[in-house]
């Protein structure tokens, strides 16, 4: 558990459990009956049982208060109202697949519906190759080509693919990660439910919609009928409040708060971020915060819609949107209080993402190299941030640094946007004098491994200070290796020493006082 300077009268956090008897649980409307007759495996059609005309419920009035999550669910299950457990047909607003789960995901398709079969809907399906991309290997190659077979036979209207590997550049359709593209594209819009290949689609939950993974065999169902069976998730609340100190990132919160509830903690629940902390956050940093839960073993994660969302919308979607918004009477199974001007920079130690550790009880960890990258990490206002801390230092940095913007549109912005405060200069500029490796090719780079080939993957057992989100034996490559997790500010800090480092001491003049005699316990008011 991480440590910090606080008193004992002045809490961190407070946690307020609700008796889960609090929820009721409603029979599935489906029954099945036992037959001897043996029944085709092949799927003709799917339909959800015949219903009474009545309009989606919305934010207004209900007859029992409902969470964000619940009435998301139960507007695309055409139900006025919810509760945590239930299974209902959801309708789905937009599915997407890459080059890992792609190839798995047609195939079944095809086998389940048939060679020739078509997909529900051509417009709402987003194909984005951006794994195992800029490598030699075959098969992932294979992967791709199996991608653009697909989305030629089913004329797929956002398929964002990539022909020439030796320049990006020379391909305009070319994205890079999903999770960013997606954000970037206008494809997350408040109020909707968006699926996809891979767990970290979670990350769309900052615009206020229902965004979770899914399993190959769940994405072939989907292709082939618009629908996905989901069980209801109760709804675990974080209110984050107070200044956001200038050392401290999204990446620091969300992993102060999977060291306090652990990598099961939020198992099959929704986690929704609330307060003037989480106000004040950019999208790109709520889109770092969601984008974690699923290491809490959390289902969702998602941020209320607000002018932040809509302003970030503006150029980049014309379709319209409904956002919704959780009743003042809604029942959460917890609820977890912040003050976030009392929290520190954080890592989290090998191998798991809820080892976490104040970074500065970490100095004397001697690193190898640092990865600025991902989805969770490889954001434009990332990049900006590790800049502003090398140009802080005015120092070079003392081990390989490798940089993965996660976009086309993050590589353009590295090379053309100025750091803020910093004369005028951009990343790549600031970078390059630090001594960092080129920006890389956008990709998911080193994140999974991937082949041997890969850009910055570890070959080697070595110990690596990184923007990443998992930290577990082999993640990066080698499985000898070890992953300490830390913001941009935490992973440039560390970069310029050489040893993991607290980025107060490049980012604020004042002295780090130890005060690791207040460790920081969870602090419950339970309320049954």
């Known amino acids: 558990m991480?440590?910090?300077?606080?008193?004992?009268?002045?809490?961190?956090?407070?946690?307020k459990d609700v008796d889960l008897s609090a929820f009721s649980s409603s029979a599935s409307s489906f029954s099945i009956q036992k037959t001897n007759k043996r029944n085709s495996r092949k799927i003709v059609s799917v339909m959800a049982p015949q219903q009474s005309p009545r309009s989606p419920s919305t934010s207004g009035s209900v007859k029992t208060a409902m969470t964000m999550t619940e009435k998301i669910l139960a507007r695309a299950s055409e139900k006025p109202q919810l509760s945590p457990g239930e299974n209902v047909w959801v309708n789905v607003d937009l599915l997407m697949t890459h080059d890992v789960c792609g190839p798995g995901s047609f195939g079944i398709f095809k086998k389940e519906f048939g060679e020739n079969a078509k997909v529900w809907d051509r417009e709402k399906i987003v194909i984005i190759p951006e794994h195992y991309i800029f490598t030699k290997d075959e098969r992932a190659n294979r992967n791709v080509d199996i991608l653009r077979e697909f989305c030629a036979e089913q004329n797929i209207k956002y398929f964002y693919d990539i022909k020439d590997l030796g320049n990006f550049r020379a391909n305009p359709?070319?994205?890079?990660?999903?999770?960013?593209?997606?954000?970037?594209e206008g494809h997350c819009r408040p109020g909707e439910v968006l699926l996809g290949t891979d767990s970290h689609t979670c990350t769309a939950g900052a615009f206020g919609q229902f965004a979770t993974g899914i399993g190959n065999t769940d994405a072939?169902?989907?292709?082939?009928?618009?629908?996905?069976?989901?069980k209801v998730p109760p709804t675990l609340r974080f209110v984050m409040d107070g200044e956001m100190p200038n050392y401290l990132l999204a990446k620091d919160l969300i992993l102060q708060i999977i060291g306090e509830i652990s990598v099961s903690g939020a198992t099959y629940k929704s986690m929704e971020f609330v307060g003037t902390t989480v106000e004040s956050l950019t999208m790109e940093e709520r889109m770092t915060l969601c984008n974690m839960v699923i290491?809490?073993?959390?289902?969702?994660?998602?941020?209320?819609?607000?002018?932040?969302?809509?302003?970030?919308?503006?150029?980049?979607?014309?379709?319209?949107?409904?956002?919704v918004y959780s009743d003042e009477q809604a029942r959460f199974l917890s609820e977890y209080r912040f003050d976030i001007s009392k929290l520190e920079p954080l890592v989290a130690k090998p191998h798991s993402p809820d080892k976490c550790a104040l970074a500065r009880e970490c100095k004397d960890v001697k690193i190898d190299r640092v990865y600025i990258g991902s989805?969770?990490?490889?954001?434009?206002?990332?990049?900006?941030?590790?800049?502003?801390?090398?140009?802080?230092?005015?120092?070079k940095v003392k081990v390989p640094t490798f940089l993965v913007p996660a976009t086309q549109k993050v590589w353009m912005d590295v090379y053309s946007l100025p750091v803020p405060g910093c004369g005028g200069k951009t990343c790549s500029q600031i970078f390059e004098e630090?001594?960092?490796?080129?920006?890389?090719?956008?990709?998911?780079?080193?994140?999974?491994?991937?082949?041997?080939?890969?850009?910055?993957?570890?070959?080697?057992?070595?110990?690596?200070?990184?923007t990443t989100n998992r930290n577990f034996p082999g993640r990066m490559?080698?499985?000898?290796?070890?992953?300490?997790?830390?913001?941009?500010?935490?992973?440039?800090?560390?970069?310029?020493?050489?040893?993991?480092?607290?980025?107060?001491?490049?980012l604020q003049?004042?002295?780090?006082?130890?005060?690791?005699?207040?460790?920081?316990?969870?602090?419950?008011?339970?309320?049954?």
Request: proline letters at 6%.
């Open 375 to 395: 989805c969770t990490g490889g954001k434009t206002e990332d990049f900006l941030a590790a800049a502003k801390v090398f140009h802080a230092s005015g120092k």
């Open 220 to 230: 072939a169902f989907v292709l082939g009928t618009g629908k996905i069976l989901l």
């Open 2 to 15: 991480a440590s910090s300077a606080i008193a004992s009268n002045s809490p961190a956090f407070i946690k």
């Open 295 to 323: 290491e809490a073993g959390g289902k969702n994660g998602v941020v209320p819609a607000d002018s932040t969302t809509h302003k970030y919308l503006e150029d980049k979607t014309s379709l319209p949107y409904e956002p």
């Open 434 to 466: 630090a001594g960092c490796d080129t920006p890389a090719s956008p990709t998911c780079g080193a994140c999974m491994g991937g082949p041997r080939d890969t850009y910055a993957r570890m070959n080697e057992p070595q110990v690596c200070v990184s």
């Open 509 to 528: 003049s004042v002295k780090i006082v130890s005060t690791s005699a207040f460790p920081l316990k969870l602090m419950a008011e339970v309320v049954w």
């Open 477 to 506: 490559g080698h499985k000898e290796s070890q992953i300490y997790l830390a913001s941009p500010y935490t992973a440039a800090a560390s970069a310029l020493r050489g040893y993991v480092t607290d980025p107060r001491e490049f």
């Open 173 to 184: 359709d070319y994205k890079g990660v999903c999770h960013v593209a997606l954000a970037q």
